[in-house]
């Protein structure tokens, strides 16, 4: 398997899958609360592809994995207290990972954010950060144990989920 940045021709496919996860996967009303047209959407997920973000991990041409990995961060990035004081387009952000429910379990997600690191770094980016809901606790320790610290929460309003909190991390390493 390998990680291969996505094209405008995957797109019908990127939906199905993000359509399957949200579907299949276990507590995902408990953990990260994705719904089907909410979040992600497709709208986003054509924007991650069309701005060259996207990316896929593939078994035998399926997708068995994806994510977006932007070269900036937003706005809502800014009110917490980072260890490295960058610019915006100095951090690196990993949105929207997935991994297929035949596949959860087995280390995919790990290996995805470890690809990102190395993108992100060789891309001559400072910072690697992300957020998670601060229901997702599972994602909360795959991060952690692969060294990035927590460093805030803000509270903010998402279409699938409304007014919840936000959990925010910094790779440290």
């Known amino acids: 398997m390998k990680l291969d940045q996505a094209t405008i021709n995957d797109f019908e496919s990127v939906i199905k899958f993000y359509d399957d996860v949200t579907l299949r996967t276990p507590k995902m009303d408990t953990y990260a609360r994705w719904k089907k ?10 924007a991650y592809i069309e701005e060259g973000s996207m990316y896929l991990y593939k078994k035998d041409d399926a997708i068995v994995g994806a994510m977006a990995l932007t070269m900036y961060q937003g706005e809502d990035y ?10 915006d387009n100095e951090a690196a952000v ?12 087995a280390g995919l997600g790990t290996e995805m954010i470890r690809k990102a ?8 980016m400072k910072s690697v ?9 599972p994602a909360h320790k795959i991060y ?17 989920t409304g007014w919840t909190d936000f ?5 440290t390493k």
Do not use: C, M
Request: hydrophobic residues 35%.
């Open 37 to 46: 047209g909410q979040h992600p959407t497709e709208e986003g997920i054509k």
């Open 78 to 87: 800014h009110a917490i207290k980072w260890s490295k004081q960058v610019k």
């Open 94 to 105: 990993i949105h929207i990972l997935a991994v297929s429910p035949d596949y959860q379990g």
């Open 117 to 124: 690191i190395s993108i992100s770094i060789d891309s001559g």
């Open 129 to 137: 950060r992300l957020d998670a809901l601060a229901s997702n606790t």
């Open 144 to 160: 952690e144990r692969i060294g990035f610290e927590y460093r805030g929460k803000q509270h903010l309003y998402a279409e699938n």
């Open 167 to 171: 959990f925010f991390f910094e790779l």
